[in-house]
């Protein structure tokens, strides 16, 4: 049966709320929802005191439902056919406003007595990767600071990502069918891949199988080719040129988002088309071998600074050289491995700006049960990269591995009817 989120799951978050404000001293929270077409790692902590569409901002008070402030009619016009259809809706209608502007915001805070008030605020902290500084508007904050000048707006994206974190059954058991919608995803990959076959019909597969287990995955990342060294969407989804046809010996490398009911699951994928150079075999074990090290780390107590260094003991034993970080969390994206800048010592590199090291980003926070996170080490000898790995969650006393089946070098079949 596919999982629900119940209104028993929506009081367990609205009590950790109104908890964690109560222990923060403030008399609400003020929640910043991004675009519902951000991509993947999208800050949608909106959809958590929602279980509704992203992109709304959100103000909470000690009682009652939270207020709602949505970017446009259509998002009223889909709570009351969702509602009609005799779906449970977690915001009341009276608490939904049709606009999410700097005066929704001041006329909302204004009704709920809060001119005054001392006010925490999600959106305007670092939300990594891709928004390290916050993704409230100038213009619009500036509006809301002039409008509301004896509040106390404090930033909480940090404590407030740390504390909703730790997921409840309900949520991991979300989890768990997005993670197997991501597994699924790949498998229709590898069916399709195989030389003289166009890479974009390969993301089209993988695609399509996210659509047809009924989510809306984000657009995954995909790049194939013999020696190919880099990361994001295929050069054919930015520029008009033909997309790449498969030859033997080339590998695919993709990473596959998937997002069923508001719960992000990651494949790390690394398919390998016909005879392939024997570095990206052993470039695979490196990174397996960093894989099980995280695997062996991920426990309750210990730290995500310890779950790094971990895996990249064997990283740093090897003698190739690591891509990208190997581990991040995941529903929130909030903390982030270290990286290696050995990218830009390799041949051709020459005249792009330097990649620098960079430190893991909440190296102290303590890993509980429930915390989900994208295993994704890397390596490469050469221009021979592997990248493999998925989901996993602390559990109460092994790790919960929800993506084993990426965590290895893959092979394409090319058998898809």
Same mark, same amino acid.
């Given at each position: 049966m596919t999982p629900v989120f119940s209104l028993a799951e929506r009081d367990r978050r609205w009590d950790l709320a109104r908890t964690f404000m109560a222990r923060e001293g403030l008399d609400a929270l003020l929640v910043f929802g991004e675009h519902e077409d951000a991509g993947p790692a999208p800050v949608a902590y909106d959809t958590w005191f929602t279980n509704g569409r992203p992109g709304a901002t959100v103000v909470v008070t000690a009682e009652g439902a939270p207020v709602s402030l949505l970017p446009g009619p259509m998002y009223i016009m889909d709570h009351l056919e969702s509602s009609r259809r005799g779906e449970t809706m977690w915001i009341p209608p009276e608490n939904l406003r049709p606009a999410r502007s700097s005066r929704t915001i001041v006329e909302a805070l204004h009704a709920s007595g809060l001119d005054a008030a001392t006010i925490g605020?999600?959106?305007?902290?670092?939300?990594?990767?891709?928004?390290?500084?916050? *993704?409230?508007?100038?213009?619009?904050?500036?509006? /809301?600071? #002039? +409008?509301? &000048?004896?509040?106390?707006?404090?930033? !909480?994206?940090?404590?407030?990502?740390?504390?909703?974190?730790?997921?409840?059954?309900?949520?991991?058991?979300?989890?768990?069918?997005?993670?197997? *919608?991501?597994?699924?995803?790949?498998?229709?990959? /590898?069916? #399709? +891949?195989? &030389?003289?076959?166009?890479?974009?019909? !390969?993301?089209?597969?993988?695609?399509?199988?996210?659509?047809r287990q009924g989510t809306l995955p984000a657009a995954m990342h995909l790049w194939s080719g013999p020696d190919v060294i880099a990361a994001g969407p295929p050069a054919w989804g930015q520029r008009p040129q033909e997309p790449r046809t498969l030859a033997d010996g080339d590998v695919i490398y993709a990473e596959v988002f998937a997002n069923f009911g508001g719960r992000h699951t990651q494949n790390q994928v690394t398919i390998a088309v016909g005879d392939v150079h024997e570095d990206f075999h052993r470039a695979a074990l490196v990174a397996r071998a960093a894989y099980d090290a995280g695997l062996a780390a991920l426990r309750p107590g210990r730290t995500f600074g310890d779950l790094?260094?971990?895996?990249?003991?064997?990283?740093?034993?090897?003698?190739?050289?690591?891509?990208?970080?190997?581990?991040?969390?995941?529903?929130?994206?909030?903390?982030?491995?270290?990286g290696r800048g050995l990218f830009s010592r390799i041949p051709g590199t020459e005249g792009y700006p330097r990649i620098d090291d960079h430190p893991a980003f909440l190296p102290e926070m303590e890993l509980v049960p429930g915390m989900s996170f994208a295993f994704e080490p890397n390596y490469a000898y050469g221009r021979h990269l592997a990248h493999l790995g998925g989901t996993v969650v602390v559990g109460e006393d092994t790790p919960i591995e929800l993506n084993a089946y990426t965590a290895q070098l893959l092979h394409a079949r090319g058998d898809a009817a």
């Open positions: 605020v999600v959106g305007l902290g670092s939300h990594m990767p891709w928004h390290p500084e916050g *993704i409230i508007p100038y213009g619009l904050w500036n509006a /809301v600071l #002039t +409008a509301l &000048p004896r509040a106390d707006f404090r930033p !909480v994206d940090l404590a407030f990502g740390q504390l909703i974190l730790p997921l409840g059954a309900e949520e991991i058991a979300v989890l768990r069918r997005s993670a197997a *919608i991501g597994d699924a995803m790949v498998e229709a990959m /590898v069916a #399709t +891949a195989a &030389p003289g076959v166009p890479e974009s019909h !390969v993301y089209a597969a993988g695609m399509a199988a996210g659509y790094v260094d971990a895996m990249h003991e064997p990283i740093d034993a090897a003698d190739g050289w690591p891509f990208l970080i190997a581990v991040h969390s995941l529903n929130p994206g909030l903390s982030v491995g270290k």
